[in-house]
């Protein structure tokens, strides 16, 4: 069993560095293609937004709202700033 788990995983690791790759290639193309529709501010706005619904996701499903809690909000403006 220990040499078919080192080779799933193995497979695992070629079909994530795929994904990235693939992902990273595509955001030239994507952002060409917004910034033909909205001007600089509204993409900017856009892509904030999304990125923080994603990472607010990630958060909610890995159950760690707790560790966003121990911080204070002094620490989240100087973590801004």
């Known amino acids: 069993m220990g ?3 080192k080779t799933n995983q193995t497979g695992r690791s070629f079909f994530y560095l795929g ?3 693939l992902c ?3 955001i030239p193309v994507v952002t060409k293609q917004i910034l033909g529709e909205l001007n600089n501010l509204q ?3 856009s892509s904030t937004l999304f990125s923080c619904m994603v ?3 990630l958060v909610l499903f890995q ?3 707790r ?3 121990a911080y204070s909000m002094h620490d989240y403006v100087k ?3």
Request: a positive charge.
């Open 19 to 21: 994904l990235c790759l």
């Open 55 to 57: 990472m607010g996701g």
């Open 79 to 81: 973590g801004g700033v």
């Open 24 to 26: 990273w290639g595509l």
């Open 67 to 69: 560790v966003l809690a």
């Open 43 to 45: 993409m900017l706005f």
């Open 63 to 65: 159950n760690k709202i």
């Open 3 to 5: 040499k078919f788990y």
